[in-house]
């Protein structure tokens, strides 16, 4: 199919630098492009899946917690000495990589199917909405599996395995004793020899990983764009990387320099105790990584002499648009609590009230041990009392209302999971309360809890219902999912507001009652 031509004056080409001024102004008219992001996001419901596995096969094989505990608090140099917790560490290494693998993999693929169409035809020079290329999108996330499976294949499931057998192997000669003081043995000539072996394997994976990013760079966008087969789109992606090879030196230069300035910000705050990294996280999710995109888009299309013509509207202010929709989200938030909706409400209260009611067996048990570890300050940690009330603040609604979007977009992999997002949630809330006093939980659960916990349900219901109309009427789902983005942005305030007792009043009462 092929998109309109408009004839404008900035068919020109783009230099990279000019990119990003037009990426970032097609950004500011466009808001819905940090959408993709969003929504690929909800696939992090399975690494909440597979962090449940984990524990649960900790739980049951590793009855002794201790290991577990220093592996946790950082106090590992003895735990080293110990074959148990060389083990356990062993195994939460690899859950971690398997986590690593199935989200990247699920990411990429929504992520792509859902912003490269879209924007291709806004520099295109097209007046569309993002809900209208739904459909479209649903076609190619069918069309990119095999692509997505060979690229993130290759490009970071070889390095995770090799770099999990390295790891792997390293933690093996350590158990069996070839390093038997992980501190003095620095000085043994062996060990060196070792730990030098290591880091070069392990450099040279980061090598090969790099490349193979380079590589096949542009596979998607040639798949989307020009609906070429895979093996036409890898050969293609591999001409046009050397042809472009300073232009994407650059783009990834600005990439790095960038992360590492966040990095950078994360860790100064986090040494004058003030953790921003969820923060950043929201920035860099839906904002920064929609204009990078936009860009390696613009790059593909000057490469292949596709022009880019696209005509700047009349600017809004970000307070209009904040307003707008905003207000739009609101209305839609009322329409959704009515009946029709219900069954997928009630069945969400459900699922988490029966994950409370698990939770409160599962504290009685070796999963309450755990939990109780896991939810222990730590002494070196964060001290609330000196955390800037901002900072609290604003984090905890990032994380909160990205937590949100999470659950709601997993259902656009198949509607059980938004459930079962909410049953973990439901036990993890359960164990807490048998953990505690109930006088405890009263004070330091529910003043926040009383609306967050009910705006979370109201986002799973979202999920179950956009993943029921996913597998059943394929064509409403793009219209059910303007609905989830509209509910989820009227339940921004109740998320602010529960984010704000979390973070002002719940540290004062917890003061108040002696319990700081």
């Avoid at 590589?215 to 764009?225: G, S």
């Avoid at 029709?340 to 041990?369: D, H, M, Q």
């Amino acid at each position: 199919m092929e998109y309109p031509y408009i004839s404008l004056e900035e068919s020109r080409k783009f230099g990279v630098f000019e990119l990003f001024g037009l990426a970032f102004n097609i950004f500011k008219e466009n808001l819905s492009l940090s959408l993709p992001s969003l929504i690929s996001s909800g696939t992090q419901a399975l690494q909440s899946l597979i962090v449940v596995f984990a524990l649960l096969y900790i739980v049951e094989t590793y009855p002794d917690l201790t290991a577990f505990e220093d592996i946790l608090t950082g106090n590992i140099t003895g735990s080293l000495l110990i074959p148990e917790a060389l083990r356990l560490l062993a195994v939460i290494i690899k859950f971690f990589f398997i986590g690593v693998f199935i989200t990247t993999v699920l990411r990429n693929l929504f992520y792509s199917a859902f912003l490269y169409p879209y924007a291709y035809r806004l520099l295109k020079g097209e007046k569309i909405s993002f809900f209208k290329c739904w459909n479209e999108s649903i076609i190619f996330i069918r069309k990119l599996v095999p692509a997505v499976l060979v690229v993130e294949g290759i490009s970071t499931g070889i390095p995770i395995i090799v770099a999990s057998l390295i790891i792997d192997k390293f933690l093996e000669l350590a158990r069996i004793g070839l390093i038997s003081n992980f501190e003095a043995g620095l000085k043994n000539e062996e060990v060196l020899i070792l730990i030098t072996a290591i880091l070069a394997l392990l450099i040279v994976v980061a090598i090969f990983t790099v490349v193979a990013h380079f590589i096949f760079i542009f596979v998607y966008q040639i798949i989307i764009v020009e609906k070429l087969d895979l093996l036409s789109a890898l050969a293609k992606s591999l001409i046009l990387a050397l042809k472009n090879f300073v232009n994407l030196i650059i783009y990834g230069f600005l990439e790095i320099t960038l992360l590492i300035i966040i990095l950078l910000v994360s860790s100064i705050f986090q040494l004058l105790h003030m953790e921003i990294s969820e923060i950043l996280q929201f920035v860099l999710l839906t904002i920064l990584s929609p204009i990078f995109s936009v860009v390696l888009l613009g790059i593909y299309l000057q490469a292949t002499g596709i022009p880019i013509r696209y005509e700047p509207r009349r600017e809004y202010s970000l307070t209009e648009v904040f307003l707008k929709k905003l207000n739009q989200g609101l209305s839609y938030l009322k329409n959704y609590l009515r009946f029709p909706n219900l069954k997928f409400i009630i069945s969400t209260i459900a699922v988490y009230f029966l994950g409370f009611f698990l939770g409160l067996e599962y504290s009685k048990g070796p999963l309450g041990e755990l939990l109780s570890i896991l939810l222990r300050p730590r002494e070196a940690g964060f001290n609330i009392q000196n955390f800037p009330y901002f900072y609290a603040f604003s984090g905890i609604f990032a994380h909160n209302w990205l937590v949100s979007f999470l659950t709601a977009f997993s259902g656009i992999l198949y509607f059980p999971l938004p459930l079962a997002n909410c049953l973990f949630n439901g036990v993890l809330v359960g164990t807490v309360f048998g953990l505690v006093s109930p006088f405890e939980f009263a004070v330091a659960v529910l003043p926040h809890g009383f609306i967050e916990i009910p705006s979370f349900i109201i986002a799973t219901s979202l999920g179950v219902k956009l993943g029921v109309y996913i597998l059943l009427d394929k064509e409403k789902a793009g219209v059910v999912s303007r609905e989830v983005i509209y509910v989820l942005i009227g339940l921004a305030p109740f998320f602010l507001i529960s984010a704000l007792i979390e973070a002002l009043l719940t540290p004062l009462l917890l003061k108040f009652m002696g319990m700081m």
